[in-house]
């Protein structure tokens, strides 16, 4: 089933008086259960691709509808909040919270129906991405890159949604630490039915993928 | 993990941060509490120097616009006031009670007038003629308008009646001073001389300056009443050392309040009438309308309150002859003010200042901080924050801190400004006086000036003082208040309005 779909996307910026094209009639249905990965040369727009999947950017033409609804008519907020959970390369936690409570803030923004106990949540969902307890309650700046990446997922995770987009969610992490990352990927296509995209420039994470897309020449196409 | 958690979480975990905004605010706020403290107590200290003046006018000679006629050279005719024109003033709805009285100089040839003693440190004080004498004020109302408004004290006897006004009967009130001196009492009979000199032969002046006695007749009152200077009124607050003119014009009045012999206004009106008659006879060029002449009243109103002074103004200035004028304490009031009204304007344009110092200040440290926070308000967005829930996050870790602070510097602010203001206004007003070598202050007539009030600038410090009440208390906070959501609203506004890739990637 098809739980967002790219319509003729196109996002361009002006480059001194040149229209730059950086995506040009992107379209593409991702499916729910399946974990996708996104290929492309550094520039070629698989950020830009992604922010506009979680509506953190809006292309210039083109519709992005989550369940068959647009976007923009669900409201950008509203989608945010309710239909998408976002993983970045540089984890963007804030500094001065602990683990549990940064998982916390989007569990207080979510419109989404939530078990009532959201602390009991917080610690098994972290313990389930192999933060322990000692770790769940200490600021996220005293935790290592891939633990800090952990409580990000966590954090993609909490609002129950079922469409997980991360950008180069291993890029900063150890061989060990992206494999155990892409496993929990894995997982939460395959066993809990969600729509994983990620975009990466490692061909291993790759390997692992159900489908894997190339962006090149701001086109998308199946690799 | 909602936004009021989240501001309270923040400011305690960012303590450094949230110590900088505490002390700037504190800081600015003393600022703006000391001056918001001073404009309040400088408005504080005119209203209750007004308040304590009350509501009394007198109409007398508008003597700026006689001194801009005789600086043109032009000598401008004189008319006495109508007693119709006093009348019809007296009757309106705004005048609680009043009076028109005349004054008639009298001889103290067998009675001891009172003198302030030298060796008190008063003055002794004579008049042109040698001996001192006695002022006879004739009165139309019976009750003595100043008794009734407490300025003198019935210390025994009774006030006039109606019936001994109406007639004219020889009855008087006098001081208690002129009493004990004379030992007199309440019944006995005090006997005052009419004399008229004559100073026409030169070689009498030069000898001894009496002039030659023309004419005499006795004035025989009998005391009804003794009345006593109330302590508290104009005498008794202007002893401030340092201060000679005033302690000088003090001994003035209070001699003169005690040599005054009340009595029914035809008493005075007669013996105003002898005296003319007599002069014409002496110099009769001088005195050719001597038998229309009109007796120069003295009119007084008390109003029922300061807030009809506009009205009765307005309708006095109507019906009164040129180079007349409504006098007050309001209008001394406007000349001995004038140093703390250039206080009190330095004190608004600091106001408005340090107000924008403060809002442009405490702007560029918010937006230092949310510069900071940038990428933490990112976060909020991306993960769907509504906009409302982080601005009320920011502005209550804001106005947490404001509050906090402004309610020190509420204090700190007061007492900053009771230090510094005494010292401000008690130099401005110096300044103004040795600039101006005094202060010129048109005073009423002697019989009107009791009832008006002296207002000196002590009298205006001591109403000084910087306290804390409640219109203070709001203006200062709502300024602070203000100044500290203003600032933070701009910037936050700009941030909420970008793109969270934007911000974020
Ligand atoms: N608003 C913009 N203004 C100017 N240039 C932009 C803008 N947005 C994107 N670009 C450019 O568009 C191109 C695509 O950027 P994007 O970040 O999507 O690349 P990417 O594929 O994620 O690269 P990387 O693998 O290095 O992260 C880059 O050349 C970038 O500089
Ligand atoms: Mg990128």
Not at chain 2, 70 to 89: C, T
Not at chain 2, 227 to 252: I, L, V
């Amino acid at each position: 089933m098809t739980i967002i779909a790219l319509e003729n996307l196109n996002y361009s910026y002006k480059d001194g008086g040149m229209q730059r094209f950086i995506l040009s009639d992107v379209s593409f249905g991702f499916e729910l259960g399946c974990f996708y990965a996104i290929l492309g040369n550094s520039g070629s727009g698989k950020t830009t691709l992604l922010s506009l999947m979680g509506a953190l950017d809006e292309p210039q033409s083109g519709t992005i509808s989550y369940q068959a609804e647009d976007i923009k008519r669900l409201g950008y907020d509203n989608y945010r909040r309710n239909h998408v959970g976002i993983v970045f390369q540089s984890y963007n936690l804030i500094p001065w919270l602990t683990a549990v409570e940064n998982v916390l803030v989007a569990m207080d923004a979510t419109d989404n129906k939530l078990p009532k106990d959201q602390h009991a949540v917080v610690t098994n969902l972290l313990t389930f991405l192999g933060i322990d307890q000692g770790k769940a309650t200490r600021r996220v700046t005293e935790l290592s890159g891939g633990e800090q990446q952990r409580v990000a997922i966590a954090r993609a995770l909490a609002t129950n949604v079922d469409l997980i987009l991360a950008d180069e969610p291993t890029g900063n992490l150890d061989e060990t630490s992206s494999e155990e990352i892409v496993e929990i990927f894995k997982t939460l296509a395959h066993e809990h039915g969600k729509c994983v995209v990620v975009v990466t420039h490692d061909s291993e994470i790759a390997r692992e993928a159900d489908t894997v897309l190339r962006l090149s020449k701001g086109v998308l196409g199946v690799a | 993990m909602n936004f009021a958690k989240r501001a309270f979480l923040s400011l305690s975990r960012r303590v450094g941060k949230t110590l900088i905004l505490f002390l700037v605010i504190l800081i600015l706020g003393n600022l703006i509490a000391a001056t918001v403290a001073m404009r309040q107590a400088i408005e504080q200290s005119e209203h209750l120097a007004k308040l304590s003046l009350g509501a009394n006018v007198s109409l007398g000679q508008d003597y700026q616009a006689l001194e801009k006629v005789w600086s043109a050279g032009e000598e401008p005719e004189l008319v006495a006031l109508d007693a119709n024109i006093i009348e019809s003033l007296g009757v309106r709805a705004e005048v609680k009670s009043y009076d028109y009285t005349l004054d008639v100089y009298l001889s103290a040839r067998d009675v001891k007038a009172y003198e302030p003693s030298a060796d008190n440190g008063g003055y002794a004080i004579t008049s042109v003629g040698g001996g001192r004498g006695l002022t006879l004020r004739g009165i139309h109302y019976a009750p003595v308008l100043l008794i009734e408004e407490g300025q003198l004290e019935l210390v025994s006897g009774r006030v006039f009646s109606q019936q001994e006004i109406e007639q004219g009967a020889m009855v008087g009130l006098i001081s208690d001073k002129v009493a004990e001196l004379n030992n007199l009492h309440v019944g006995d009979n005090i006997v005052l001389a009419n004399e008229i000199r004559d100073y026409s032969d030169e070689t009498a002046i030069l000898d001894g300056g009496e002039g030659t006695l023309a004419e005499t007749r006795d004035v025989v009152l009998e005391v009804i009443g003794i009345f006593s200077p109330k302590s508290g009124s104009a005498e008794a607050s202007a002893t401030t050392p340092g201060s000679s003119d005033q302690d000088w014009m003090a001994q003035m009045l209070e001699s003169e309040t005690h040599n005054t012999v009340f009595a029914p206004i035809a008493v005075a009106q007669a013996e105003e009438r002898f005296m003319i008659d007599a002069y014409a006879k002496i110099t009769p060029d001088e005195f050719e309308n001597a038998a229309t002449y009109d007796p120069w009243y003295t009119p007084v109103y008390v109003l029922n309150s300061v807030d009809d002074l506009a009205s009765f103004s307005e309708a006095a200035q109507a019906v009164l002859p040129q180079y007349y004028t409504v006098l007050n304490a309001d209008s001394q009031f406007e000349q001995i003010a004038g140093p703390l009204k250039s206080i009190q304007s330095i004190v608004g344009i600091t106001l408005v200042a340090s107000v924008i110092a403060a809002l442009v200040i405490v702007s560029l440290v918010v937006v230092l901080f949310l510069r900071d926070r940038r990428k933490e308000f990112g976060i909020y967005l991306s993960l769907g924050v509504r906009k409302q829930a982080v601005m009320g996050q920011v502005l209550i870790e804001v106005l947490l801190v404001a509050l906090v602070a402004l309610g020190i510097a509420l204090v700190t602010g007061n007492l900053i400004s009771g230090a510094l203001s005494q010292e401000l206004v008690q130099n401005q007003i110096l300044a103004a006086q040795s600039d101006s070598m005094g202060i010129s202050v048109s005073y009423a007539s002697g019989a009107a000036n009791m009832l008006l009030g002296n207002l000196t600038i002590d009298d205006v410090l001591a109403n000084y003082s910087v306290g804390i009440d409640v219109p203070y208390v709001l203006t200062f906070l709502g300024l602070g208040v203000g100044v500290s959501v203003l600032s933070c609203i701009l910037p936050l506004l700009y941030v909420l309005r970008l793109k969270p890739k934007k911000i974020l990637m």
